[in-house]
């Protein structure tokens, strides 16, 4: 028998399943239809016993007889008779009910609870006339009902679940007996039909499992039939004819592969420590493009040892390395935890860059969170120098953000990922500009807009660096402030203002007014010397307020 008599002797099962399945649709759809002529019945009856009622109310209205109460009980009465003449089982229930859930008759002996006539209440305020399923009595009950104005009480037919829908119960359990007889049948002839299609396959793999576990390309597979699973046996085998020839090729090539990782991984080990780990990601990914330098706007940001000789006069050249190394990993962890470039080490000094090779878009706020953290750290790296009897480093850091050319510079011979362009030598000024203006951290105007509205900031002046004429505005920023300082940098940078709208007695009041705040205060201590000078001795027309700076 071939493989297509073999599919037939599958697919046969299947479509009796299919055809069972069908007559379990039909029989759960006769039972759909069994549970709404049930529903219809209850339905009927109520309606039936709200018709008598009516009736037998529009006849006491016509006999003047609706404020007697010997006629009214009589009507009630008869209603109720009505009702018990309407019952069919020993489990069907009528009940009147009022509006505070309790029974005001019954064709029935029934026991209810506070929970049940709270929902009795509830179906008497809503006007319920739905079919429902509820609790009474501790028996589950299929209610329907309707609302008999002229007594104010609610009429509910109700019959006991079990009992409403017994017919449909019998149907779904033997309807589930069926379907479970049809399933178990097709999985019999489902098992015993498939494992004549599959013996050769199985055969197969299991052959193929001996060559993974040996490795013995050598074996072959038996043929079994001469149909479509024979051709497949017989193919297998000169499959693994020629996998036999190419396993000793795979097996140079895969050693060639490993050896090429190892060397991989011994290059990336080694040169991670010397340039930036996505770096070397992306040259092993694209090695050409890593030739071509590209325009980008980056932070760059320049960090400095105040002192630096001195320190190193004062101290043993082992402990001013040991000191240097713990600096370094302190400040560079920062930096790289910010996503930030370690560039170069320049004698004490740190170039980082923050924006290549890889753009994040918090870059610029990342660099001015690296440049606080750095001044923050070095006090805790400070208290640890003092208890090892070693000086303190005082730091200062410079920030500038705008474009730049970045890429590989250099030759064949040496290249370095760096970065070029006037915002390098704007970050350089301004970590130089830390010393004169008593600040830990200085950033330019082009980060301003980044920290304006994230952190604390104070407007430092305006100063043209050497080599450039244009004046750039300067600002020192604080992840934090006091109240005292919170004021003062607020009067500060109010008298900034009035002092560039040329108003220098009110610049005079606001720098002193910081004064008073802050003692000592270097920078409103300064501006308020120069706002002094130029109240005798005013600045030309066109003045800007640029402070050209002599040093670097």
């Known amino acids: ?129 739905s079919l429902q399923i509820i609790p009474l009595g501790g028996t589950e009950r299929v209610v329907k009902g309707f609302y008999f104005a002229p007594f104010d009480w609610f009429y509910l037919f109700t019959e006991a679940r079990d009992t409403f829908y017994q017919d449909t119960d019998r149907i779904i359990r033997e309807s589930a007996i069926i379907l479970a007889g049809a399933v178990v049948l097709s999985l019999v002839m489902l098992l015993v039909f498939s494992g004549q299609l599959t013996r050769p396959m199985t055969a197969i793999i299991a052959s193929m499992r001996r060559i993974i576990e040996s490795n013995d390309l050598t074996e072959r597979v038996g043929i079994e039939y001469r149909d479509e699973t024979g051709q497949m046996a017989h193919t297998f085998n000169i499959m693994l004819g020629e996998l036999e020839k190419a396993y000793q090729q795979i097996k140079s090539y895969a050693f060639q592969a490993v050896l090429a990782q190892k060397k991989e991984a011994k290059i990336r080990n080694i040169f991670q420590k010397y340039v930036p780990q ?113 000086p303190e480093f005082r730091i200062g850091v410079g920030i500038a953000y705008g474009e730049v050319t970045v890429g590989n510079i250099g030759t064949e011979k040496k290249m370095d990922y760096t970065v070029i362009g006037d915002m390098v030598n704007l970050a350089s000024r301004l970590e130089g500009l830390t010393k004169p203006y008593h600040q830990e951290l200085i950033i330019g105007e082009t980060l301003f807009p980044v920290v304006e509205h994230e952190m604390p900031w104070r407007l430092l002046d305006t100063v043209a660096v050497k080599g450039k004429t244009r004046g750039v505005r300067i600002y020192t920023v604080s992840r934090r402030l006091n109240a005292v300082e919170e004021r003062a940098w607020k009067r500060h940078n109010e008298a900034m203002t009035v002092f560039y709208n040329r108003d220098f007695p009110a610049a005079v009041e606001g720098f002193d007014g910081v004064l008073a705040m802050l003692k000592d205060d270097p920078i409103a201590r300064m501006m308020g010397d120069r706002a002094r000078l130029y109240i005798n001795d005013p600045p030309p027309q066109g003045w800007d307020g640029v402070e050209v700076m002599k040093t670097k």
């Open 278 to 390: 996505d770096l070397i990601d992306r040259f092993f990914t694209n090695p050409e493009s890593m030739l071509v330098g590209e325009n980008r706007e980056l932070s760059i940001l320049f960090s400095d040892i105040r002192s630096f000789t001195s320190i190193s006069e004062a101290m043993r050249p082992d402990d001013l390395v040991n000191s240097l190394n713990r600096y370094f990993s302190v400040m560079v962890d920062i930096i790289m935890n910010r996503h930030g470039i370690i560039d170069k080490y320049i004698g004490d000094a740190i170039m980082a860059f923050f924006g290549a090779p890889v753009h994040h878009d918090e870059d610029a706020l990342n660099s001015v969170m690296a440049g606080l953290e750095m001044t923050e750290q070095v006090k805790e790296f400070n208290r640890k120098q003092l208890a090892a009897g070693r």
């Open 1 to 129: 028998m071939n493989v297509r008599w073999k599919i037939v002797s599958v697919v046969m099962p299947l479509l009796l399943v299919t055809i069972t399945l069908v007559g379990v649709s039909a029989v759960l759809s006769s039972t759909t239809g069994i549970t709404r002529i049930a529903q219809d019945f209850l339905g009927f009856k109520a309606d039936e016993l709200q018709k008598h009622g009516e009736s037998q109310w529009r006849l006491l209205v016509e006999n003047n007889f609706t404020n007697r109460p010997d006629m009214l009980s009589a009507m009630q009465g008869g209603v109720l008779a009505y009702a018990q003449s309407l019952v069919r089982t020993d489990t069907e229930l009528v009940l009147a009910v009022d509006a505070d859930g309790a029974i005001q008759g019954a064709t029935g002996e029934i026991t209810l609870d506070d929970n049940d006539r709270a929902r009795l209440q509830r179906i008497f305020a809503e006007r319920d006339t």
